[in-house]
């Protein structure tokens, strides 16, 4: 980091100074433009992303601060010269770079050194000062169009209210902001145009982001005196002026009005994300300040996180086990806890306890009790509440209600819980905080908390749709927990969907880079708002498409038994090239049971002590049934194994007819060392690098030789093709 010697202070009085210059607005235009606007020919592509995604670019935070100081005091639209224009663009970044190196600064590496050295335990995130930097340059929670099109559904029940208050609805008001970004979109390529054919003195940015109500109108079809109302809702009036904005966590006032009217009476949206934000945030406090209607609001808010949340994991698990509004009563009829939302699925559970808490503006400028209270009130008590719960689901002592009094049936037995606490809001860098400050405790069936928010949750139940995916990856983010550091959850979610979350216990912390995130935006786009791209990411979701484990698991996904589920996460969690050579190793064992008639079988050792056999074999239930435990017993015990799975597979097309899984712990058995005698063990394999020790055969299961031919089909020698 480069050493400054100045104060925040005075770097922020430069910024403003800066920003208040005559013809300031078209340098801001510009990098508005520069640092938003995504280019593209044909399809957006990943590559397209990242040319307005790395560290060069300003972030929203940053730009949104330099239209705060800009509106300050009424603007001068002066056109400059175009080498005055390049002056402000290169001391606006020189500034803004200045101003990370003093929020940086706050966390002292040569402290934190030698108090190491002394012995002294020593977590640097605990001052406020320090958290300072993370919260501010924090990535966003959600994409623009979440933000209207969850508002929509936020402020549902409101829209009596806004309608008599503001004169327009939620959803009009979402209207006229999607037919703005897409006025901008037409606008910039005539302006494009336009641009060729005047001096470089006169080009300047400003009209690509300015509009009429007329214009707004006649695109979505609402009558111009309403989209005006909606327009001047979110307009920042001349009388206000953003005076109070004097440091850089004070409230911006242009984060809840980002329009500018301009002379002319045209409007400028700088950031239609800043709009869509402002649409998503701003209803509320307009509400607060309505004392009769607020509990209704109250109400209304908690209601909205519930219902969408167990509306999208319905998307995935089915409306049949999701609930809503579940208590838990102990024998004697006292409450216990209560559960936002409850997802049962074969032998897993998913508590789901919702808040709408919002990191406070004190919050936001460091002071440590502050930050510390926000977190208690927005996550710790959710995290506590959903544990307390855990800890009562499944206990014969507790009955499962609903609200109205009906019982919630539980499944025999659940063997492991997932406890989400949900935000409703941007809670800037809540994944980092997250590490710092939750305070857990271990639970037996319990896994480690997955803190996220609503636009997260929109996001995972949009791309991982079977419960089999959304359950295996949620089971590897929870088990990796801490070792994982990522900018946001985004980021974990989008190297698992091109890499596949597998890591070694020999990699204690890893980091990941934010572009892994970038194949998710492309998809969410294209899916929500039709951008040209791939609507599913590059990776697990796509490379064994059509392949004889994509149709096994597609069969096991809608099949909510535990053991066949088990084999589904085993499954799932192998990489690429195993699970390569798996396909071809089944397909080979089918073909060849197909021409025989005669049942075969494979294992597969991993390293964490379990392992997989797999039968094919035409034979009826009972006998298929009877020859693989026979075959999954004397496996598991030759291996010295605490769990082993067995999958029946149907010859034909090697289709799923049966699952089971042996979880006993291993203890010494004479029988079995008898019948195990003539067997070979296979050395193990992790499950992210290429298998290698495969078995077939009928019921003897002797091993392959080096020269025999490969069970894969593929008519080589097994040494040549998918042997050592």
Known sequence: MKNTTRTEREIFADLEALCLQPGFVHALAYLCFRDNMILYEKDVTVDDLREVSGPDRLMRTELTTLHGLMVKA????????????????????????????????????????????????????????????????????????QYLDLAVRRYEADNDWLQRNRGFTIGQACQVADSISLQCQVRFESL???????????????????????????????????VERVLDAFTLPDSANNASFSSLQDFNHV?????????????????????????????????????SYRAQQDKNRGAFTENFVAERLASVFGAENVFLNVDLWEAK???????????????????????????TIEARKGNDQVIRDDFQKGVQDAYDQGLLCAECLGDAKYQVTLSDGSEVVLPPQINEIFVFCVVSDHYPALTFQSRQFLKTRDVPRVRAAFITDVFLIDVLTEL????????????????????????????????????NLWFDDEQKLVHMDEGFSLGIDIAMAARRRALPGAATPPGLLTHHEGTTLSRILQEIQVRPEPAVLDQGFQLLELDGPTRDDLNRLIDGQAQQAARDGKPHSLALMFADKSGLTVLISAENDLEASQRLAVLTTRRKYLQKADLWFGLCLAPDQARLRFGMRLAEPWHQDDQLDAAVAREEQVPPVSRNAAMRQVLRGGEGNQKIGRNDPCPCGSGRKWKKCCGP
């Open 464 to 499: 991982l749709t079977s419960p089999l995916h959304l359950l295996s990856y949620i089971a590897r983010r929870t088990r990796y927990g801490d070792r994982l550091m990522a900018a946001q959850e985004m980021t974990i979610l989008g190297y698992h969907l091109r890499h």
């Open 74 to 145: 009424p603007i001068d639209w002066t056109l400059p010269s175009r080498e005055l224009q390049q002056r402000y663009v290169d001391h606006a970044e020189s500034l803004l770079l200045e101003l990370h190196h003093v929020l940086s600064a706050a966390f002292d590496i040569g402290e934190v050194a030698e108090a190491l050295k002394q012995g002294k335990d020593v977590n640097p995130f605990d001052s406020g000062a320090v958290m300072r930097e993370p919260i501010f340059y924090a990535a966003e929670s959600a994409y623009d169009f």
């Open 255 to 291: 984060t809840a009005t980002p329009l500018i009217r301009q002379p002319d009476g045209q409007y400028m949206s700088l950031q239609n994300y800043a709009l869509a934000e402002a649409i998503y945030d701003s209803p509320f406090h307009w509400m607060l300040t309505d004392k």
């Open 333 to 359: 009829g006292k409450k216990a806890g209560e559960i936002d939302v409850l997802v049962l699925w074969a032998d897993r559970a998913i508590i789901v306890q919702a808040k709408s808490k919002r990191l």
């Open 192 to 226: 494009r145009e336009e641009m060729r054919d005047r001096p470089a003195d006169q080009w300047t940015m400003v009209p690509g982001f300015s509009f009429t109500a007329s214009d707004i109108a006649a695109h979505c079809g609402l009558d111009t005196g309403l």
